[in-house]
């Protein structure tokens, strides 16, 4: 079954400056690959997505990037801010099949210092 | 749309106690996700079901546990007899095929 991995488990940036959450997966078949933040005390949310046939999606200060052949795929936030604090979980997911459940990683803790 | 809503918010109880847990989905959404989330174990999927059929219930830790999928627009999550290490967050998802899940606001689970 898929696995997905999930680097670093935490992350501290200086306000202002970029992160980088990476993360790997197992099974070559899966072709989605959403990305969720969890604020404290809250819920995941889908914050942005991408699907095996795009290298790269951006979405303002955010931006996902996919390598298929590595089966690597990679979340940038730049000009990161304090409200970008929260727990970021990436996910994979094979969606053609009706069987089909999302794969998280562990998750990145990510400290935004001011 | 309302999103998923997922009840009680929070449920406190004595251990040996049944707890039951609601989640209402998306409506147009055929799947629907039960999580539970620990410090120590991150966020586990119990089972999950397309078109209120379970398919995979391979997370669901032991027979303590049961989930019923009744129509489209309902689940539930039962444990009984309730345990202090049952002490979670819960979470309800739901999806439609190929799109990300979205997640209600969970119950916290306290047992005594």
């Known amino acids: 079954g898929e696995n997905v991995e999930q680097h670093p488990s935490t992350l501290s940036v200086q306000e202002g400056d970029s992160a980088v959450i990476k993360c790997t997966y197992s099974?070559?078949?899966?072709?989605?690959f959403p990305w969720y933040k969890q604020e404290l005390g809250k819920r995941p949310q889908l914050i942005i997505d991408?699907?095996?046939?795009?290298g790269e999606k951006k979405d303002q200060r955010i931006a996902v990037t996919l390598n298929k052949t590595a089966k690597h795929f990679s979340l940038h936030i730049t000009e990161t801010q304090p409200e970008d604090s929260a727990v970021y979980f990436c996910?994979?997911?094979?969606?053609?099949?009706?069987?089909?459940?999302?794969?998280f990683g562990s998750g990145t803790r990510l400290s935004i210092r001011p | 749309d309302a999103g998923v809503i997922q009840s009680p918010r929070h449920e406190v109880t004595e251990m040996g106690q049944e707890v039951t847990l609601r989640c209402k989905p998306i409506?147009?959404?055929?799947?629907l996700f039960w999580y539970r989330q620990t410090m120590m174990r991150g966020l586990e999927l119990l089972i999950y079901?397309?078109?209120?059929?379970?398919?995979?219930d391979s997370g669901m830790p032991e027979d303590r546990f049961s989930a019923k999928m009744p129509n489209a627009s309902f689940s539930t999550l039962k444990i009984q007899p309730s345990e202090p290490r049952d002490s979670a967050v819960y979470f309800c998802a739901s999806s439609s095929l190929g799109e990300g899940e979205h997640f209600g606001d969970g119950t916290r689970l306290s047992i005594l």
């Open positions: 409506s147009g959404h055929d799947y």
């Open positions: 996910a994979a997911s094979l969606t053609y099949s009706s069987a089909s459940k999302i794969i």
């Open positions: 099974d070559s078949a899966s072709n989605y």
């Open positions: 079901f397309n078109n209120n059929v379970p398919i995979d």
């Open positions: 991408i699907r095996s046939n795009v």
